[in-house]
């Protein structure tokens, strides 16, 4: 198994910027995909980017298109999301995910990391 262990969320007020890092151990494959999921309270859990380990394509959501922005550094082995302009409707805990055959199906995914919580003020 590839462990995954997500760090960088915080309180920050809204229009801020903040960055998340995940940490990986273990092999990962080129052809894996690299995600960011985020679930708020009462909410389920709902994709937010990811990345082609090989490839280096990206993948947003619709709500944080032109806002977040998803990198990956194959030496180092971790996965980062740098999030710009923030809104309240951001806050989540978000966690890091490695899927396998890169369908990004919440309920298929193969690992996942255990969170890092991001709260927006307004």
């Known amino acids: 198994q590839v462990q995954l262990q997500e760090s960088g969320g915080g309180l920050v007020q809204a229009g801020g910027s903040l960055k998340l890092s995940c940490a990986t151990a273990?092999?990962?494959?080129?052809?894996?995909?690299l995600a960011w999921f985020r679930q708020a309270p009462g909410k389920a859990r709902e994709f937010v980017a990811a990345i082609r380990w090989g490839a280096g394509t990206t993948r947003y959501s619709d709500s944080v298109k032109g806002r977040f922005s998803i990198s990956r550094d194959n030496g180092e082995k971790t996965v980062d999301l740098q999030m710009n302009s923030l809104k309240p409707e951001d806050t989540a805990v978000y966690y890091c995910?490695?899927?396998?055959?890169?369908?990004?199906?919440?309920?298929?995914?193969?690992?996942w990391g255990t969170g890092t919580l991001v709260t927006v003020s307004s």
């Open positions: 273990g092999r990962i494959y080129s052809s894996s995909t």
């Open positions: 995910a490695r899927d396998r055959n890169g369908d990004l199906n919440p309920s298929r995914i193969d690992e």
